[in-house]
C-alpha cells in the first residue's frame, strides 16, 4: 500500500483523539506520564510511535500503560524495543513531537518525515505487532482502547493485548517472543520458580528466616507475586496491599517508593511486624526495597536499592572468584564485572562497593541509562536507590560459562567452581535481563540470604547509610534546571550550583544536588550530611534556592 492510501486511515483515526489544550507532554524518565483524564491522545499516538518502531525494526514491541509509581489518577505510557529495553533514545525527539502535533495534518506530516528520514517500510506491506500491557489504573481500560485504535491507524500493524501485567513482565515478553523463546506469563513465572528452587538447591545447608511480609503498593506487583506464590517452594511469603478491594488505593501509603521516600511503615502493616523481614513493591511492579519496621514510632529500617546491589554484587564477585581462582578458566581479567549507580546513591554504598575492588559508574536517573552502562560490562549490575534495576549477563560470556559449567560437570562435578558456574548460569536465567524487575529481583535477594545465611539485620549492616533527605520543590519550569556530570552539577541557571556549592560546604560529609523529575512536575532535591538535622538543613536551603532561581509555585513537599 502506498502512502497516499494510508493517510486517509490514519487521519481519520487522528480526528478521533483530539490534543488537549494548553498542556504539552515530553517522553520523560520513563515514557509520557500525567493524569489519565488527559492521556488519550497521547497514548493514541504513542500506538503509531509503537508501530513505527515495530516497522522499522522487522521485530514486536511492547506498549505499556503505567505510572508506576504515582498516584491512582495519573497514567502513562512507554515503549519496549525488541530486546526487552527501553525505547532507543534517538526517537524521543520524535515522540516528543508526534505527541504534541497540533492537529492531524501537521501530524501526518510529522510522520511522512520520520518515515523517509529513518527509511521506515510504512504502507509497504510489511506487518507490525505490538503487545500491549497495563497496570491496574482505572484509566487504563479507556487508554487500552486508544492504544489499540493508535496501532490500528497503521496499516499492517497489529495489538496483542496481554492483560494485566507487570512492567517488567511485558518487558520479559517482548525480549523472549524476538527471541523465539517461550514468552508467555506462565512461562515467566514457571522460569522465575524453577530458577528460584535450583539456586536454594546450590546453596549451602544454611537455616535462615525464611518468612517475609510484602507490601504490594495495591498494585499489579502483589496480585502477580500471589500468583507466584502458588508454584514457589521453600518461602513463606505473606503479601498484604494486593489491591483487593476494601484495601486501600494504589500507592497510597504504601509501596516502594513511599517506604523508600518517608522511611514509613506502609499501610496494612503493624505492631506484629514489628523486626521482620518486609519488602515493598511498586505499583507496576519494577521497584523492589526491603525494610524492617522499627519498635518505636512508625519508622522503618530501610534495606534500599544501593543495599540490593551491594548483596548482589558481594553474591557475583564471589562466584567469580570461585570461578576463576580454578586453573581452566580463562584469566580473571577477562570477566569484566561493573556496577551503575546514580547520584542518588548514598555516598556509604558507593563507598563500600569501591572498598570490594568494583568499577562503581555513575549514570543520570532513569533505568534507560543506567542498563546502557551496564550493558557494557560482561556482568553489569545497575541499582537505583530507590529499588529499580538488574543484572546483566552478556551473550559472550554466557556462552563462556556455559561451556566452562558443562566441562566442570565431567571433570570436577560438584566442586565449589562447578557450582559457581551453575550458580551463575542460574542467575541470569532468574533475574530480568529486560528490565529492573521487583519480583525477579526479591527471589534472587532471598535466594543469596539463603545462601549466605544472612538475615534481613545482617544484610543491613553491612554498612551504615548517610543520612540523607529527598524533597520535591514545586516550580513554574521544572525544565528551566539543567543538569550536567550524571546530574551533580546544574548548568542552568547559572549561578545556582555555586550556591548549592557554598550551602554544602557547610556540612561535614554535605553532598547535595537538585534536578527536574522525568516523572512528575518536581523539582527533586537531594542533600546527605553527617547527621539527620544536618541532611534536613541542607536540603532545605538547596529548596529555596531552587524557589529563588525559579519562582516558588506551591507548597513543597516530602519526596
Ligand atoms: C521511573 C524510572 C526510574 C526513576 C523514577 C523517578 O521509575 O523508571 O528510573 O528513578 O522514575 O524518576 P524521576 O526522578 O525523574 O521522576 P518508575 O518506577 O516510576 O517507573
Redesign the pocket.
Known amino acids: 500500500m502506498t502512502h497516499e492510501k494510508q493517510h486517509p486511515i490514519l487521519l481519520d483515526y487522528v480526528r478521533q483523539y483530539p490534543l488537549p489544550h494548553g498542556v504539552r507532554f515530553t517522553y ?3 515514557g509520557f506520564r500525567s493524569e489519565g483524564s488527559i492521556l488519550a491522545s497521547t497514548v493514541f499516538r504513542a500506538g503509531i510511535l509503537a508501530a513505527l518502531r515495530s516497522l522499522k525494526t522487522g521485530s514486536t514491541v511492547g506498549l505499556m500503560l ?5 498516584p491512582i489518577s495519573d497514567n502513562g505510557v512507554k515503549i519496549a524495543d525488541p530486546d526487552g529495553g527501553m525505547m532507543i533514545q534517538q526517537w524521543e525527539p520524535f515522540a516528543d513531537a508526534l505527541v504534541n502535533a497540533p492537529d492531524p495534518e501537521h501530524l501526518l506530516q510529522l510522520v511522512i518525515q520520520f518515515v523517509k528520514e529513518e527509511n521506515i517500510p510504512f504502507g509497504g506491506g510489511q506487518s507490525a505487532n505490538i503487545l500491549l500491557g497495563r497496570d491496574t489504573r482505572p484509566s487504563g481500560d479507556a487508554l487500552l482502547e486508544a492504544a489499540k485504535q493508535g496501532i490500528n491507524s497503521v496499516v499492517g500493524a497489529f495489538a496483542i493485548d496481554m492483560g494485566i501485567l507487570t ?1 517488567p513482565q511485558l518487558h520479559w515478553m517482548v525480549r523472549n517472543i524476538n527471541k523465539g523463546t517461550r514468552s508467555s506469563e506462565s512461562d515467566y513465572m514457571e522460569q522465575l520458580a524453577k530458577s528460584f528452587r535450583c539456586l536454594v538447591d546450590l546453596a549451602p545447608d544454611n537455616t535462615m528466616e525464611s518468612k517475609l511480609v510484602v507490601d504490594g503498593a495495591n498494585g499489579v506487583g502483589g496480585e502477580k507475586l500471589q500468583q507466584l506464590k502458588k508454584i514457589l517452594s521453600g518461602l513463606d511469603i505473606c503479601v498484604r496491599n494486593t489491591g483487593k478491594e476494601g484495601e486501600g488505593l494504589l500507592n497510597e501509603g504504601c509501596g ?2 513511599y517506604v523508600q521516600k518517608e522511611k514509613a511503615i506502609p499501610s496494612s502493616f503493624g505492631l506484629d511486624d514489628v523486626g521482620m523481614k518486609c519488602a515493598s513493591l ?3 511492579g ?2 523492589l526495597v526491603y525494610f524492617i519496621p522499627s519498635a518505636s514510632s512508625n519508622n522503618v529500617d530501610l534495606v534500599d536499592g544501593d543495599k540490593i546491589l551491594t548483596l548482589f554484587a558481594l553474591f557475583i564477585k564471589e562466584q567469580l572468584d570461585f570461578l576463576c581462582n580454578e586453573q581452566g578458566f580463562d584469566n580473571k581479567e577477562a570477566v569484566s564485572l561493573g556496577v551503575v549507580q ?1 547520584a ?1 546513591a548514598n555516598g556509604a554504598s558507593t563507598a563500600y562497593l569501591k572498598k570490594l575492588g568494583l568499577e562503581v559508574v555513575l549514570a543520570p ?4 541509562y ?1 542498563h546502557k552502562e551496564a550493558a557494557t560490562f560482561d556482568v553489569g549490575i545497575y541499582f ?1 536507590a ?1 529499588g ?1 534495576g538488574t543484572i546483566l549477563f552478556s551473550e559472550k560470556f554466557l556462552s563462556h560459562l556455559q561451556a566452562r559449567s558443562d566441562e566442570l560437570s565431567s571433570t570436577a562435578s560438584g566442586s565449589e567452581s562447578h557450582k559457581s558456574g551453575l550458580r551463575l548460569l542460574e542467575v541470569s536465567r532468574l533475574i530480568n535481563q529486560a528490565v ?1 524487575d521487583a519480583l525477579s529481583g526479591l527471589l534472587l535477594v532471598e535466594a543469596v540470604l539463603q545462601y549466605k545465611g544472612w538475615s534481613i539485620k545482617a544484610w543491613n549492616e553491612l554498612y551504615q547509610d548517610l543520612p540523607s533527605r529527598q524533597l520535591k520543590a514545586k516550580v513554574a519550569d521544572r525544565n528551566a534546571v539543567v543538569t550536567a556530570n550524571a546530574e551533580t552539577k546544574v548548568v542552568k541557571p547559572p549561578g545556582l550550583q555555586e550556591l548549592i556549592d557554598e550551602e554544602t560546604a557547610k556540612y561535614p560529609c554535605g553532598r547535595c544536588f537538585v ?6 512536575d518536581v523539582v ?1 532535591v537531594y542533600a546527605e550530611a553527617s547527621t539527620q538535622e544536618a541532611a534536613d538543613s541542607l536540603a532545605q536551603s538547596a529548596v529555596q534556592l531552587v524557589d529563588r532561581f525559579l519562582g516558588f509555585a506551591g507548597s513543597h513537599q516530602k519526596a
Open positions: 520523560g524518565t520513563a503505567t505510572a508506576s509509581h504515582n512492567t516502594a517508593d511498586d505499583g507496576d519494577d521497584r546514580t542518588y536517573t532513569g533505568v534507560k543506567l537505583e530507590n529499580h529492573g534536578r527536574p523529575s522525568g516523572t512528575e527533586r
